[in-house]
C-alpha cells in the first residue's frame, strides 16, 4: 500500500462509512498503475460518484458479480474498510467461458469504442487468468507480462477502455489478437468438458 497516498483512502472511507466493503486492487497495489483503483460495496448506491483527486478510479457496486473482475477485486485487492467479501473463482472463470461468443461478438460488431475495447481486453484477462492464475494476471501489466510469455502481445490501446481509440483503430490492432485468444480460449474449454 505504500503507492497508495493514505490521505485518498481516509477520505474515500469517510465518505462511504455506509459501506459493507471498500477493496483498493489493481496496479496500484504494486506501484504498477498510473491510478489508485478503489470498489466500494454498499447497499445505497449514491446518484453521483465523488470525484476524489486525478487519478482515483472509484466505482460503487451494491454487490458483486459473478465475475472474473470482482474476482479480481475480492481475492487479490487489499480491505480497507468493512468486511471482507468471497467469490467462488472457478464459477466466475466458468461463468467467463461462457461470454467467450458473446464478447467476440461484440469486438466485431458493436459501434461503441467502449465496448469494442473492453469486450478484448476481458478475453485477454480471462485467458492470462487461465494460464497463470489469478494473482498472475492481477493488473494490466502482469495480465501483458503473461500473455507476452506464451507469444501474444497485448496491445497497449486496450489499457484505458474508458477512453479508447476509434474503433477502426482497435479493429485493426486487436482483431489478429482475437483470434489467438478466441482459439486459445476455445481449445481451453473444449478440454475443460
Not at 35 to 45: G, T
Not at 63 to 87: A, C, E, M, Q
Not at 96 to 113: K, Q, W
Not at 158 to 168: A, E, G, M, V, W
Request: with cysteine.
Amino acid at each position: 500500500m505504500d503507492c497508495i497516498p493514505e490521505d485518498i483512502i481516509n477520505e474515500v472511507i469517510n465518505r462511504f462509512r455506509n459501506a459493507y466493503a471498500i477493496y483498493v486492487y489493481g496496479g496500484s497495489l504494486d506501484c504498477s498503475g498510473g491510478d489508485v483503483d478503489i470498489a466500494v460495496f454498499m447497499e445505497e448506491i449514491p446518484r453521483e460518484v465523488p470525484r476524489i483527486g486525478d487519478n482515483v478510479d472509484l466505482q460503487v457496486f451494491r454487490k458483486p458479480r459473478n465475475s472474473l473482475f470482482f474476482v479480481y477485486i475480492i481475492k487479490t485487492g487489499r480491505l480497507v474498510y468493512g468486511n471482507s467479501l468471497d467469490i467462488d473463482v472457478d464459477s466466475a472463470i466458468k461463468n467467463e467461458l461462457e461470454m467467450i461468443d458473446e464478447r467476440e461478438f461484440l469486438f466485431l460488431n458493436s459501434d461503441d469504442e467502449t465496448m469494442v475495447c473492453k469486450s478484448l481486453k476481458e478475453l485477454l484477462f480471462l485467458l492470462a487468468a487461465l494460464k497463470c492464475g489469478i494473482y498472475g494476471s492481477s493488473n494490466w501489466y502482469r495480465m501483458v507480462k503473461c500473455l507476452g510469455d506464451l507469444g501474444i502481445n497485448a496491445p497497449s490501446e486496450f489499457k484505458h477502455c474508458l477512453n479508447p481509440p476509434s474503433i477502426d483503430v482497435l479493429r485493426q490492432v486487436g482483431e489478429p489478437i482475437l483470434r489467438r485468444v478466441i482459439w486459445e480460449l476455445r481449445s481451453i474449454k473444449q478440454r475443460s468438458l
